[in-house]
Structures are given as structure tokens and as C-alpha cells.
T-cell receptor
Framework: EAQVTQNPRYLITVTGKKLTVTCSQNMNHEYMSWYRQDPGLGLRQIYYSMNVEVTDKGDVPEGYKVSRKEKRNFPLILESPSPNQTSLYFC?????????????FGAGSRLTVL | QKEVEQNSGPLSVPEGAIASLNCTYSDRGSQSFFWYRQYSGKSPELIMFIYSNGDKEDGRFTAQLNKASQYVSLLIRDSQPSDSATYLCAVFTGGFKTIFGAGTRLFVKA
């Protein structure tokens, strides 16, 4: 089954404790992206990657890191989480064609930072 | 001004009616436009996309694009209670960035 898999789905952590949210896709997509979703603000792009070793900032990159060492994986790293990073996170991927950049989303990861 | 704006709603329509959802965007260089549906607690899923001016129909759904007015809309005909969800307008702006609106909540009353 074609899918984007995120883990963990739910996480409660404390301020300053490094964490990684993994994302993996099995569709051979070149483009991958991370979004956060907050009430009233919609989906905001954190980082995206056009291909292996190619990443770029989205609209809200502060406090996050990413890497793309393999085509299928795009982990999101929070080096020192803070309470304002409490949010619902989605990983998404696509073939990246400009005319049809249709995103397939993972199930989401709900993160709470105390 | 937000890059992609939608009325947050909620928009309430009776079953069988036409629901009309609207979206405006600020970047005139935007290349393609998407409507996603998101049920509560779930991830967004694509309804349809459009990149040429005019209408595009897919079953009960019609997307309309007017690049001169920087306006995208989604019409849902014969609305069903199962259409009750949040509808997200998304714009691919080039530079490989997809910007989402905050979404419009739709309620279809049986």
C-alpha cells in the first residue's frame, strides 16, 4: 500500500529534551515536506526537500532541523523543544512535478511539550 | 495579508444543497491550486487540483479558477452529511512551496 508513515503518532515530552519524528514514504517520491497544524492557522510549512541532500526552509523553520540522506526518509528533529512547538505535525510527499504537486500526507504526529 | 485566505466558517448547508467554498491568494506567480478535505483528527486528502483558468469537474465537485482575480472556488453539488469536514485550499507558488489556507469548516445538515 502506498503510504507515508510517521512515528510516533503521539508524544508528550519536556522542554529541552531532544526528539526526532520519523517520516518514511514507499512511493519513490522526490519531494517531501513537514507541516505543523495549529487551530486557526492552518497548515504551515516547516521544511521541505526536493531530493536527497537537498532541503530548504519553509515558513516556520525556527527550532527545527531536517535531513534527507535517503530518498524515502525525511526525519524532523527538535533539538531543544519548547512549549510553543506543541502542535500536530504532518509529513507529506509528492513526485514534485510543478503542475501536479499532489501531496500525500502521513497520519500525523501530535506532540505536546511541557 | 495572508498568502492564502479562506473564510473559516462554519458554513452550514442542508443535505442536497450546493456548498460553495472560496479562496483567494496573493502570489500572482502561483502555478497550481488544490482542494484538500480534512476530517476531524485525520490527515488532509486531495479532492482535486486545477491549474488552468475556468472550471474543472469531478463527480459532485467543481473547482473554479480565475487567475486575474486570484480566486479559487470549490462547489459541492448534492451535499451529503459525509461531506462535513474542513476544506483546505492550497497553492503551489513555485520554489516548490505549497501554501495552505486556514480552512473552511463545512456542516451538511441531514
Amino acid at each position: 500500500e502506498a503510504q507515508v508513515t510517521q512515528n510516533p503518532r503521539y508524544l508528550i515530552t519536556v522542554t529541552g529534551k531532544k526528539l526526532t519524528v520519523t517520516c518514511s514514504q514507499n512511493m519513490n517520491h522526490e519531494y517531501m515536506s513537514w507541516y505543523r497544524q495549529d487551530p486557526g492557522l492552518g497548515l504551515r510549512q516547516i521544511y521541505y526537500s526536493m531530493n536527497v541532500e537537498v532541503t530548504d526552509k519553509g515558513d516556520v523553520p525556527e527550532g527545527y532541523k531536517v535531513s534527507r540522506k535517503e530518498k524515502r526518509n525525511f526525519p524532523l528533529i527538535l533539538e531543544s523543544p519548547s512549549p510553543n512547538q506543541t502542535s500536530l505535525y504532518f509529513c507529506a510527499s509528492s513526485f514534485g512535478t510543478a503542475g501536479a504537486n499532489v501531496l500525500t500526507f502521513g497520519a500525523g504526529s501530535r506532540l505536546t511539550v511541557l | 495579508q495572508k498568502e492564502v485566505e479562506q473564510n473559516s466558517g462554519p458554513l452550514s448547508v442542508p443535505e442536497g444543497a450546493i456548498a460553495s467554498l472560496n479562496c483567494t491568494y496573493s502570489d500572482r506567480g502561483s502555478q497550481s491550486f488544490f482542494w484538500y478535505r480534512q476530517y476531524s483528527g485525520k490527515s488532509p486528502e486531495l479532492i482535486m487540483f486545477i491549474y488552468s483558468n475556468g472550471d474543472k469537474e469531478d463527480g459532485r465537485f467543481t473547482a473554479q479558477l480565475n487567475k486575474a482575480s486570484q480566486y479559487v472556488s470549490l462547489l459541492i453539488r448534492d451535499s451529503q452529511p459525509s461531506d462535513s469536514a474542513t476544506y483546505l485550499c492550497a497553492v503551489f507558488t513555485g520554489g516548490f512551496k505549497t501554501i495552505f489556507g486556514a480552512g473552511t469548516r463545512l456542516f451538511v445538515k441531514a
